[in-house]
């Protein structure tokens, strides 16, 4: 196996790993559950199913994509991460810029975690590219 490929294999996991991170830690911040149980809202927003399924392929796709590396050829795996890891690093970038303008009291957990995501997609998408030139 291809150093590249495991490489990328695991920046997928940290991604992966981080974003569930911001999901459970976000729970314990005050009031968060009680407000949930009572309005069914998380941050403004209703949740529903339609909501709820856009979270589980947020929570979904990267361990997914893990794998990936593994067994796809070399053009397509290249491709393949990175262009996944442009778009989800543009969302490694929004995160940290959205919790400093909301301003939360847990800003510091969310931006470090924000930041850990951007470098990972960063990461991958470096990798990926680098890898024409072994090949």
């Given at each position: 196996m291809?150093?590249?490929?495991?490489?990328?294999?695991?920046?997928?996991?940290?991604?992966?790993?981080?974003?569930?991170?911001?999901?459970?830690?976000?729970?314990?911040?005050?009031?968060?559950?009680?407000?949930?149980?009572?309005?069914?809202?998380?941050?403004?927003?209703?949740?529903?199913?339609e909501t709820l399924l856009v979270l589980a392929f947020f929570l979904l796709v990267p361990f997914v994509i893990a794998f990936l590396p593994l067994t796809l050829k070399d053009?397509?795996?290249r491709w393949t991460n990175i262009i996944l890891g442009i778009v989800f690093a543009v969302f490694g970038l929004l995160s940290p810029v959205e919790y400093l303008a909301n301003q939360s009291a847990y800003l510091a957990y969310m931006t470090?975690?924000?930041?850990?995501?951007?470098?990972?997609?960063?990461?991958?998408?470096?990798?990926?590219?680098?890898s024409k030139q072994k090949t």
């Open positions: 291809e150093d590249w490929k495991i490489k990328i294999s695991v920046l997928w996991l940290i991604y992966g790993g981080a974003t569930l991170a911001i999901g459970i830690l976000g729970i314990f911040e005050l009031g968060v559950l009680e407000h949930f149980i009572a309005t069914g809202e998380i941050a403004g927003e209703q949740i529903g199913p053009s397509i795996n470090l975690i924000g930041i850990v995501q951007l470098v990972a997609a960063a990461l991958i998408v470096w990798y990926a590219w680098k």
